[in-house]
């Protein structure tokens, strides 16, 4: 009876490990089932933005960029789905498309669009850029939905959420106060004059360091938040270099002159020396010309002698 029992017992156990086993494959299976399979292809973020790259604000390592909108305008977005799974039948129909943060903040496409099997539909997406609904205190992630039924009337969906390894560029989302846009704008504006400009003048390499400290004070200033202050320093730096640069220039002017100055005092000088030169060439030519006349009338004395001499009659 013992056996009996014990043997039982492990038949149980079997048929519990058993049905244990099922549904758990049948709980992995369901939305394996059920999950569409578009392909959500890259995206694009149509202009509008103010900003499209790294910001130390949200990220000083410049790992990933961003695409900011100012708060209060239009943000828009293209997304592409592309439909090539053939076993849901030659077409089906994209029931809806959604786009939601991470905030929970949710903007759904609710549409009825037949795709063919091996065709891309594009879903335009437009909503305002708002602090009050997507905070501009951090960059926000967001997730792509869409909706699938097949010709059977089965619905089906997935996602996607963008990573590094399945899009790139990938950007996320922000939405910048006037400040934020100002303090970037300036940045750029500062890097545009500092870069490749490399002062001669002690003057302008001084003012030159003056607006590389302030450009420091400013991104410090930006990465604590402090918006209004790193526009302010971000401004005097400009100021500055726009000071050295006028400095330089002014001073490469002056130097440019005193040396065509220095030039032309040479030139008249060597131009005098050589008047001088001419003059007393010209001034021993003409001794010469008196030397060789004063011969000339010695020859013609001479020939007149004997001349003379020749035709005096003898005594």
């Known amino acids: 009876m013992l056996y009996l029992k014990g043997l039982n017992m492990r038949k149980i156990g079997k048929i519990s490990t058993l049905l244990l086993t099922a549904l758990f494959a049948a709980v992995i299976l369901v939305p394996m089932v059920n999950q569409a399979h578009a392909y959500v292809q890259q995206w694009t973020w149509l202009p509008g933005y103010v900003y499209r790259g790294y910001d130390p604000y949200y990220d000083p390592s410049n790992n990933y960029p961003v695409i900011a909108y100012l708060n209060g305008t239009t943000a828009n977005l293209k997304v592409p789905v592309y439909y090539d799974v053939s076993w849901m039948g030659p077409s089906a129909n994209i029931t809806a498309v959604s786009l939601v943060f991470d905030t929970g903040y949710n903007i759904t496409l609710s549409t009825v669009v037949n795709a063919t099997l091996y065709t891309t539909k594009y879903f335009d997406f437009s909503f305002t850029a708002d602090t009050n609904t997507l905070s501009n205190l951090w960059a926000h992630t967001y997730t792509i939905y869409v909706d699938l039924q097949d010709n059977l009337g089965a619905k089906h969906d997935d996602y996607w959420q963008p990573t590094w390894n399945n899009?790139?560029?990938?950007?996320?989302?922000?939405?910048?106060?006037?400040?934020?846009?100002?303090?970037?704008?300036?940045?750029?504006?500062?890097?545009?004059?500092?870069?490749?400009?490399?002062?001669?003048?002690?003057?302008?390499?001084?003012?030159?360091?003056?607006?590389?400290?302030?450009?420091?004070?400013?991104?410090?200033?930006?990465?604590?938040?402090?918006?209004?202050?790193?526009?302010?320093?971000?401004?005097?730096?400009?100021?500055?270099?726009?000071?050295?640069?006028?400095?330089?220039?002014?001073?490469?002017?002056?130097?440019?002159?005193?040396?065509?100055?220095?030039?032309?005092t040479d030139a008249s000088a060597s131009m005098k020396q050589a008047d001088a030169a001419m003059l007393q060439a010209q001034a021993v030519m003409n001794q010469g010309y008196g030397y060789v006349l004063l011969g000339l009338g010695g020859i013609l004395i001479g020939i007149g002698v004997i001349a003379y001499g020749m035709r005096k009659p003898k005594q």
């Open 167 to 264: 899009y790139y560029p990938y950007y996320k989302f922000v939405v910048y106060t006037q400040d934020q846009k100002d303090v970037m704008d300036s940045s750029r504006e500062y890097n545009a004059l500092v870069n490749g400009y490399y002062p001669n003048t002690v003057e302008a390499r001084l003012l030159k360091q003056q607006a590389y400290s302030e450009a420091t004070v400013a991104e410090n200033s930006m990465q604590k938040g402090n918006f209004t202050e790193s526009k302010a320093h971000y401004q005097q730096a400009i100021s500055l270099i726009q000071q050295s640069i006028d400095s330089e220039g002014t001073r490469g002017g002056a130097i440019e002159d005193a040396q065509l100055n220095a030039t032309l």
